[in-house]
């Protein structure tokens, strides 16, 4: 993650560079991942048996993802008032309690607006969780840590969206009441709260001027990130649909003759293990190659697992089978989208500006979830899947001449 550097550290805390226990940022990212998780599985398979259009699902599920993309503006304010313990200890604590006011409603068409505020509600609160848990990577861990830090945040996320998927799914199915799956999961959540009493005292807000300044302040950062060519096509490049994962496995598992069971283990707790597996491959990969060449490549094998699956018999193994690489490919996305986006900001660069890039990185997949229920309703599931592969086929191309023409002339 980012060095923190326009907040000060507070008096008492830990100079960064002493906490190297990283692996407490599974749990403290955890929650944010069960957020997605439960929208865009356990939420999803019910409302679509139910009776709800795909395209109703998708476009659900693609609104716990649109606030992502707002939330810098936001930013801030977790970057310079208060504590950030008490923002991640209100973040976890909405996650929580929305989750388990989803599984208390009923999954019908009467209940959609309500469960649509919910879903903006409990992402929302999300963002909360992941923002001043990178207050805490950027302030509390050596700095020779922070790559090992970021790797198990993005385990927690993907580890978490397993466990709200899987897990969920498979208490709404067998507990015989709704709700309990919401209350185990809302329990997991306000669990990892307490995670950041091993955190070393975090800093406290202290930037002078006001919210506006700070946005202005924002801003200035973000241009002299903008004028550069690294910079502008790391920006171009976290618009464009790369291993968005926007397919609803769970609204079309039964294409595949795949039952409730099925799906939560597949799109659930193995298909996040599967994702956090393929995060360590794409850091692997991208420290051996060229970040935006991995990232474009991790695009591409993901469409290719799509289409694969497309041409292939729709049997229950078929559906293990790819939907496992789908999650594996995208895990490595992930990967590769940090590595594009920390190559880009440089050092010293605030936490406020990696969500920026992280607010246009969910453009896409805030998209591509939506299009592909569209397509899915319209034309189908086969076409829907070779759209995985000609969005981020076609969009690269135009990227590639872009950056060929704007390359550095040779005197």
């Given at each position: 993650m980012t060095a923190h550097a326009e907040v000060p550290a507070a008096a008492g805390a830990v100079p960064a560079g002493q906490m190297r226990t990283t692996a407490l940022f599974l749990p403290l990212f955890a929650p944010f991942g069960i957020s997605s998780g439960y929208v865009s599985v356990t939420l999803g398979f019910l409302l679509h048996r139910a009776g709800l259009s795909v395209a109703t699902v998708a476009t659900l599920v693609a609104l716990s993802v649109w606030p992502q993309t707002w939330k810098v503006f936001w930013a801030p304010i977790v970057d310079t008032v208060g504590n950030p313990k008490l923002w991640y200890g209100l973040g976890a604590a909405l996650v929580g309690?929305?989750?388990?006011?989803?599984?208390?409603?009923?999954?019908?068409?009467a209940e959609l607006t309500a469960l649509a505020v919910l879903v903006l509600l409990s992402s929302v609160a999300s963002t909360l969780v992941s923002m001043s848990t990178e207050v805490f990577m950027a302030h509390c861990v050596a700095p020779d840590a922070q790559g090992s830090a970021s790797g198990w945040a993005?385990?927690?996320?993907?580890?978490?969206?397993?466990?709200?998927?899987?897990?969920?799914?498979?208490?709404?199915?067998?507990?015989?009441?709704?709700?309990?799956?919401?209350?185990?999961?809302?329990?997991?959540?306000?669990?990892?709260?307490?995670?950041?009493?091993?955190?070393?005292?975090?800093?406290?807000?202290?930037?002078?001027?006001?919210y506006v300044a700070a946005l202005v302040e924002v801003g200035r950062d973000v241009w002299k990130v903008a004028k550069s060519r690294l910079g502008y096509l790391a920006l171009i490049l976290m618009l464009l649909p790369i291993a968005s994962g926007g397919v609803s496995w769970s609204a079309i598992a039964g294409e595949w003759r795949a039952g409730a069971d099925l799906v939560a283990l597949v799109n659930g707790v193995a298909g996040g293990l599967v994702s956090a597996v393929g995060c360590l491959i794409g850091g692997y990969v991208c420290g051996r190659?060229?970040?935006?060449?991995?990232?474009?490549?991790?695009?591409?094998?993901?469409?290719?697992?799509?289409?694969?699956?497309?041409?292939?018999?729709?049997?229950?193994?078929?559906?293990?089978?790819?939907?496992?690489?789908?999650?594996?490919?995208?895990?490595?996305?992930y990967a590769a989208y940090s590595a594009v986006v920390l190559e880009a900001i440089g050092k010293g660069a605030a936490a406020t500006k990696f969500n920026l890039?992280?607010?246009?990185?969910?453009?896409?997949?805030?998209?591509?979830?939506?299009?592909?229920?569209?397509?899915?309703?319209?034309?189908?599931?086969?076409?829907?899947?070779?759209?995985?592969?000609?969005?981020?086929?076609?969009?690269?191309?135009?990227f590639a001449g872009f950056a060929h023409l704007t390359r550095p002339r040779r005197a």
């Open positions: 309690t929305t989750i388990l006011a989803m599984s208390v409603l009923p999954a019908t068409r993005m385990a927690g996320n993907l580890g978490g969206a397993g466990i709200g998927g899987g897990l969920g799914l498979t208490l709404a199915e067998h507990a015989g009441t709704p709700w309990v799956s919401g209350a185990v999961l809302g329990a997991i959540c306000f669990a990892c709260w307490a995670a950041v009493l091993a955190l070393p005292p975090a800093p406290r807000g202290q930037r002078q001027g006001s190659m060229d970040v935006k060449r991995a990232y474009a490549l991790f695009g591409i094998l993901c469409g290719v697992a799509a289409v694969t699956m497309a041409w292939l018999p729709r049997t229950p193994t078929n559906f293990v089978t790819f939907t496992m690489l789908y999650a594996l490919t995208t895990g490595s996305g890039f992280s607010a246009l990185s969910n453009v896409p997949i805030a998209a591509m979830t939506t299009w592909d229920g569209i397509i899915h309703d319209r034309l189908g599931t086969r076409v829907m899947l070779y759209f995985e592969l000609a969005a981020p086929a076609a969009t690269l191309t135009l």
